[in-house]
């Protein structure tokens, strides 16, 4: 498989039979992307999933192990698509994944009523910051900064994209958790299970993980918090479980 510029060759996580290509100048996945994989339902037969943002395909790549429901990525950058097309076609996952070059308020329209059973979702996490304050490096600014799309861009595209009963998965930053759920439910998304991420015992939260199903009914669970790294700095037994215990 060809590499172009920085990009290099890692094993993902504990799958030694995948590969994927990353470049820290451009994309490289983060504990985010694992975290939302791994806590999100999925089919496991049947069903369609659909993940939007997919960078260079990580979050597809990871819910294949867990699922042979049909999984489609999208993704607005050029350089992280053909990553992730290069991504599936290395592995040799042609007929299960798909990758599509483009902007995922355009889904929608593209897909018509062509409804998904999971939409699952790693958005910017930022507000547009003023030009001076943007990161020097483009992909990276747009990966992080809400520049091509806004978080009510995202939940309205969700919102559209899913069936009813169907379920939106999302992972952000705490500090935007009553954004998300005014908006999960401005557009019909019901938020369900919601699970906050620590560094370690007696640090903030810093990564948030919520789902919700489309016309579902009001009952929101806060499950057990999941803390990444012990007094010591290694991984906690549960993260390192999540990382590198359920390979299938």
Known sequence: MQLYDDERLDYLLAEEKMRIIQSPQVFAFSLDAVLLADF???PIKRGKILDLCTGNGVVPL????????????????????DMAVRN???????????????????????????????VTCNPPYFKTPKKEEQNANEHLTIARHEI???????VQSCSRLV????????????????DLLTLFRKYRIEPKRMRLVYPKAGKEAN????????DGKP?????????????????????EGILYGRAT
Request: aromatic letters at 8%; hydrophobic letters at 40%.
């Open 40 to 42: 999100t339902y999925v």
């Open 62 to 81: 990871l819910l294949s192990r867990r699922s042979q429901a049909q999984i489609t990525g999208v993704e607005i950058q050029e350089r992280l698509y």
């Open 88 to 118: 599936v076609k290395m592995n040799g996952l042609e007929e299960q994944l798909k990758m599509i070059h483009g902007d995922l308020k355009d889904m929608p329209a593209y897909f018509g009523n062509n409804k998904f059973d999971l």
């Open 148 to 154: 091509y799309c806004t978080l009510e861009d995202v």
């Open 163 to 178: 069936r009813p009963g169907g379920k939106v998965a999302m992972v952000h930053r705490p500090g935007r958790l009553m």
């Open 207 to 214: 990564i948030l993980l919520l789902e919700g199903i489309r």
């Open 219 to 239: 009952d929101l669970k806060i499950l057990p918090p999941l803390f990444a790294y012990d007094r010591n700095g290694n991984y906690t037994e549960e993260l």
